[in-house]
């Protein structure tokens, strides 16, 4: 119950392209939906963060979309360049639970120039 | 130095050495952690101090020892460890309140272990 499946493992797009990753809950406890970005040789780094009482926050070309019925939530860069070439990790926490984040396994995402 | 720190950046030990890892924030965060990532894996995490107070032990072996003198620094004391123990450890700090509202995650680069 207190996991976060992520998929996939790895996506290619192309550059301009719309990359989309997927994450499933299953702890309703859990309200604070953050997604890390890592680069190689880096610590993951926060980029968009949404909470449940919204279905959608949007950052520049960084989108997510939460499904609370659903349980799921998903990431997704818009006009993909390959800077954005990077692991992205969706993690979720709970407020009530102390300070345990529950990470996915991670995606690595790949841009074609 | 800026944001979260740790050293050393690779190690390599044997099973049989003593090793510690450091970690620094200089954010003034409350909150201190380190996770184990292996390919392929889940971040896991290992072990949280907030207000210097360990509060999460996630079932880490005792070959893994935390210490935290201050909400700045953080250490995990490494002692006979075990092939499988290589990866890349991560040190993270955050700014909490009591009552457990969330807060960002900052990262360190992470130490390269390898154990031989």
């Known amino acids: 119950q207190q996991q976060v499946k992520q998929s996939p493992q790895s996506l290619i797009v192309q550059k301009g392209g719309i990359s989309i990753i997927n994450c499933a809950y299953e702890?309703?406890?859990?309200?604070?939906f953050p997604w890390y970005q890592q680069f190689p040789g880096k610590g993951p780094a926060l980029l968009i963060a949404?909470?449940?009482?919204?279905s959608e926050k949007k950052e520049g070309r960084f989108t997510i979309s939460f499904n609370k019925s659903a349980k799921q939530f998903s990431l997704h860069i818009m006009d993909s360049q390959p800077g954005d070439s990077a692991t992205y990790f969706c993690?979720?926490?709970?407020?009530?639970?102390?300070?345990?984040?529950?990470f996915g396994a991670g995606t690595r995402l790949f841009v074609k120039a | 130095e800026t944001g979260v720190t740790q050293t050393p950046r690779h190690l390599v030990m044997g099973m049989t050495n003593k090793k510690s890892l450091k970690c620094e924030q200089h954010?003034?965060?409350?909150?201190m952690y380190w996770y184990k990532q292996s390919a392929k894996k889940p971040l896991e995490l290992m072990f949280v101090?907030?207000?210097?107070?360990?509060?999460e032990n996630n079932s880490v072996p005792s070959r893994f020892s935390p210490e935290c003198p201050n909400s700045s620094h953080l250490f995990l004391h490494l002692h006979t460890l075990q092939p499988e123990d290589s990866a890349l450890y991560l040190c993270?700090?955050?700014?909490?309140?009591?009552?457990?509202?969330?807060?960002?995650?900052?990262f360190g680069p992470g130490t390269r272990l390898t154990v031989l």
């Open positions: 993270a700090s955050s700014q909490d309140v009591p009552s457990g509202s969330r807060g960002e995650q900052f």
């Open positions: 702890n309703t406890a859990f309200d604070y």
């Open positions: 949404i909470r449940p009482d919204v």
């Open positions: 993690a979720a926490s709970s407020g009530t639970g102390g300070f345990k984040t529950i």
């Open positions: 954010l003034g965060h409350n909150a």
């Open positions: 101090y907030n207000f210097k107070e360990q509060t």
